[in-house]
């Protein structure tokens, strides 16, 4: 039997596909701990709830960085569309919350899409200031549109309804944490699919030499629009989340020190390896946690550190260091 060259291609990429969509052990170890946290750590769940919520937006950024390629330093922008969103429905009385989040995701990345012609214009600089530009003006709008937004109060009043008519969400943080735990494994399989199809094949290539893309007839352009809209589209999602669960919005959804402690915990677990996101929000909300605990005044000191420490020993972040010390164990001589 002959099969030709688009054949081969096809049945390889269908091959690896199949092989990157099976589940490993340590992955089923690593979600079954999350849910596990709910019964072990009921005291802790609100914290677990921002910690969903901030894997989910640092998520988002990997896409765009990790597979995308594309940096951005205000990707705060939309998950602070999200979250205002989410926040000004519940107020004005659309408060089901799957609903309020399903408009968050589809604004956020509607305005990621026209803010995307802009950044594909541009190389890694003029994405970076264009990317910062957009956070920056849409925290003076925030500022200033004080009907809407509440100004530098922030937008309170939000009432979530019951979800699916029957779970509150209380001070507990029960409800919050299982919802947004929920919505943040759904998020990554659906990610996780994307990544290992014909089209996550084309993002790695778009990220490790766009240059020879169109040789092989794909579309830069087409492909940064795209992943770019979809990383704002979660981005708002996670900002949705914020909202309904803590029922607060402030202005600092929009700040720059929001877009730069994400790009530290992208780094911290990993560029490009979707667990990356979330070990490295894990790790460091769980970190400012501990720290600040410690000493409220310099507990940023001893996160840098953590950083260097792990950008310096393990490169690829915490699930670099992992796989490096996992080749390393099954070269060993037994």
């Known amino acids: 039997m002959r099969i030709d060259s688009n054949g081969a291609r096809a049945v390889a990429s269908s091959t690896v596909s199949l092989a990157q969509d ?3 052990p340590l992955e089923v170890v690593f979600w079954f701990s999350l849910l596990g946290v709910f019964f072990v750590l009921p005291e802790r769940l609100v914290l677990g709830s921002q910690i969903v919520y901030t894997a989910l937006f640092a998520l988002s950024l990997d896409l765009l960085l990790g597979y995308g390629g594309i940096v951005s330093l205000g990707h705060a922008a939309f998950f602070g569309i999200g979250a205002y969103t989410a926040g000004v429905l519940a107020v004005h009385g659309l408060s089901e919350p799957i609903t309020g989040l399903v408009c968050a995701g589809t604004l956020a990345g509607a305005i990621g899409l026209c803010v995307s012609l802009l950044v594909v214009r541009g190389r890694d600089m003029a994405r970076l200031m264009v990317t910062l530009a957009i956070g920056l003006v849409l925290l003076e709008l925030a500022n200033r549109w004080t009907d809407l937004t509440g100004g530098v109060d922030g937008l309170d009043g939000i009432k979530v309804s019951p979800l699916l008519g029957a779970f509150a969400f209380g001070l507990d943080g029960r409800t919050s944490y ?14 996780r699919r994307l990544v290992s199809s014909p089209f996550g094949l084309a993002l790695r290539g778009l990220r490790e030499g766009e240059a020879r893309l169109p040789a092989i007839g794909i579309s830069v352009r087409r492909m940064q629009v795209t992943v770019f809209t979809l990383a704002a589209a979660i981005a708002g999602v996670a900002g949705g989340l914020l909202a309904q669960t803590t029922q607060f919005v402030g202005i600092d959804v929009f700040a720059f020190s929001r877009s730069a402690e ?3 915990m992208v780094v911290l677990g990993g560029v490009g390896r979707l667990y990356g996101a979330l070990v490295g929000a894990l790790v ?29 020993s393990a490169r690829g972040g915490i699930m670099g260091g992992v796989a490096l010390l996992k080749a390393r164990l099954q070269r060993a001589p037994t």
């Open 22 to 24: 099976r589940w490993r």
């Open 178 to 191: 299982l919802y947004g735990l929920a919505i943040l494994f759904l998020v990554f399989v659906w990610v």
């Open 262 to 264: 994400l790009v530290i």
């Open 284 to 312: 460091y909300m769980v970190a400012q946690d501990l720290l600040s605990g410690l000493n409220h005044v310099y507990w940023q000191f001893w996160v840098g550190f953590l950083l260097v420490l792990v950008v310096l």
